[in-house]
């Protein structure tokens, strides 16, 4: 089968000839997991960088070692970069789009300069904060991040942006990278789920040891996974509301 061929800057440059200035390219990993954060990678770079290192590519499609290797290389090349992340119990708590926006806020308020433009992996912007007036609206628990960056500039999505931008694709192996190594190191609190070689997604083994053992500290637990606890409201003597967690 024929690789892909290489991602590039095609994109991002025409942006910079019609006078975009700063850009952060942002991509995330761990949407789909089970476990875990889910964790987002930014670069910054300028109207006059140079073409990406060798070997640039969507982070799904290098090895390991490979991802490993371009992360010195990655933090050379661009003006600044970062990651982000937002647990398991935020995503519990505020939804997997809602995290996924904290942990792209968090990774670009670590930036030294706020970008003026944003290239998003994806079809779907997720860094726009609906409407402050949204009927229904739920305050954000996060929000008590005062410092924290809000996107307030221009927002690019682009389906698969990893395979056809070599910013997103940079974006996406710092975050991979970041996030394994957050795996592999849980792994040793909760061998069970084989966390070091699935990374918290659905493998046999994974799922395997959810329907026995249940779901740890870190899984998300809003989510229909085997042997998860749910919350089953009721009615006590007294006339009183109350929730009791029963496993399915």
């Given at each position: 089968?024929?690789?892909?061929?290489?991602?590039?800057?095609?994109?991002?440059?025409?942006?910079?000839?019609?006078?975009?200035?700063?850009?952060?390219?942002?991509?995330?990993?761990?949407?789909?997991?089970?476990?875990?954060?889910?964790?987002?990678?930014?670069?910054?770079?300028?109207?006059?960088?140079?073409?990406?290192?060798?070997?640039?590519?969507?982070?799904?499609?290098?090895?390991?070692?490979?991802?490993?290797k371009l992360?010195?290389?990655?933090?050379?090349?661009?003006?600044?970069?970062?990651?982000?992340?937002?647990?398991?119990?935020?995503?519990?708590?505020?939804?997997?789009?809602?995290?996924?926006?904290?942990?792209?806020?968090?990774?670009?308020?670590?930036?030294?300069?706020?970008?003026?433009?944003?290239?998003?992996?994806?079809?779907?912007?997720?860094?726009?904060?609906?409407?402050?007036?949204?009927?229904?609206?739920?305050?954000?628990?996060?929000?008590?991040?005062?410092?924290?960056?809000?996107?307030?500039?221009?927002?690019?999505?682009?389906?698969?942006?990893d395979m056809?931008?070599?910013?997103?694709?940079?974006?996406?192996?710092?975050?991979?990278?970041?996030?394994?190594?957050?795996?592999?190191?849980?792994?040793?609190?909760?061998?069970?789920?084989?966390?070091?070689?699935?990374?918290?997604?659905?493998?046999?083994?994974?799922?395997?040891?959810?329907?026995?053992?249940?779901?740890?500290?870190?899984?998300?637990?809003?989510?229909?996974?085997?042997?998860?606890?749910?919350?089953?409201?009721?009615m006590d003597?007294?006339?009183?509301?109350?929730?009791?967690?029963?496993?399915?």
């Open positions: 089968m024929t690789p892909p061929p290489p991602p590039t800057l095609r994109v991002e440059r025409e942006a910079w000839r019609g006078g975009a200035g700063l850009l952060a390219a942002i991509d995330e990993v761990g949407r789909g997991a089970l476990a875990g954060p889910v964790s987002v990678g930014v670069v910054l770079l300028a109207p006059d960088t140079k073409p990406a290192p060798f070997g640039v590519a969507d982070s799904k499609l290098l090895s390991p070692e490979a991802r490993v992360v010195p290389r990655i933090r050379r090349w661009a003006l600044d970069c970062a990651v982000g992340h937002a647990s398991p119990a935020e995503i519990d708590r505020i939804g997997i789009i809602a995290a996924l926006r904290v942990a792209a806020e968090r990774a670009v308020s670590q930036l030294r300069t706020a970008p003026e433009w944003v290239l998003l992996d994806g079809n779907h912007d997720y860094l726009t904060r609906p409407g402050e007036l949204t009927l229904f609206s739920t305050p954000d628990p996060t929000d008590g991040e005062a410092d924290r960056w809000r996107c307030s500039v221009p927002v690019r999505t682009l389906i698969k942006g056809k931008c070599s910013s997103i694709a940079a974006a996406s192996v710092l975050a991979k990278t970041e996030r394994d190594a957050m795996l592999v190191e849980l792994s040793g609190s909760y061998p069970q789920y084989g966390f070091h070689e699935n990374k918290a997604y659905a493998s046999p083994l994974h799922m395997a040891a959810l329907a026995e053992h249940g779901p740890s500290e870190i899984h998300r637990r809003s989510w229909n996974l085997p042997g998860v606890l749910r919350a089953e409201m009721g003597d007294d006339g009183q509301m109350f929730s009791a967690e029963v496993a399915i």
